[in-house]
T-cell receptor
């Protein structure tokens, strides 16, 4: 069965600092990996996705993520965080003949001025 | 471009009352459609998904049901709401087995 672990429930960073959100997955085949962001009371917005090819993927809003098969990880990074990045971030895994995505429980990001 | 709508945005219902939440997609045909429930601190739970009209797969046995009467319409229903049905309900669509795109959600409070 596929699963996703986001080890950090809540992270606080200062505006302008760098950010890394961790995601570890378990999947029996080549995974499709996603990061979504959710602002309070809103739906989920896709930040970036990985299907194949270059293991470093660029997304919207200056985010990037790196797929590391040996570590079963897909960590999200941003070099300089803006106050508007405060939100909850979800990692998800799916793919192959499976129509479903499995989501992590999310990491809540707080940005201090 | 594709757009996904959900209504209502917010709903307050008494225990034991019926429920109908609607989701519609524009700008695409034959999408896969999904209903999720989100509870605080518990991430997203997939409730139902559909790969075509009248085709519904249930992920979690519960008090809810889903229907897909038209290609781009997905409805979540209940005959009698429970307190535990409170939550944030999200509809999503995908063009295949890949990326899912989410609607704005419906906040349901059962009292």
């Amino acid at each position: 069965a596929q699963s996703v672990t986001q080890p950090d429930i809540h992270i606080t960073v200062s505006e302008g600092a760098s950010l890394e959100l961790r995601c570890n997955y378990s999947y029996g085949a080549t995974p499709y990996l996603f990061w979504y962001v959710q602002s309070p009371g809103q739906g989920l917005q896709l930040l970036l996705k990985y299907f194949s090819g270059d293991t470093l993927v660029q997304g919207i809003k200056g985010f990037e993520a790196e797929f590391k098969r040996s570590q079963s990880s897909f960590n999200l990074r941003k070099p300089s965080v803006h106050w508007s990045d405060a939100a909850e971030y979800f990692c998800a895994v799916g793919g192959g003949s499976n129509y479903k995505l499995t989501f992590g429980k999310g990491t809540l990001l707080t940005v201090n001025p | 471009s594709q757009t996904i709508h959900q209504w209502p945005a917010t709903l307050v219902q008494p225990v034991g009352s019926p429920l109908s939440l609607e989701c519609t997609v524009e700008g695409t045909s034959n999408p896969n459609l999904y209903w999720y429930r989100q509870a605080a601190g518990r991430g997203l739970q997939l409730l139902f998904y559909s790969v075509g009209i009248g085709q519904i797969s249930s992920e979690v046995p519960q008090n809810l049901s889903a229907s897909r009467p038209q290609d781009r319409q997905f409805i979540l229903s209940s005959k009698k709401l429970l307190l535990s049905d409170s939550g944030f309900y999200l509809c999503a669509w995908s063009g295949g087995k890949e990326t899912q795109y989410f609607g704005p959600g419906t906040r349901l409070l059962v009292l």
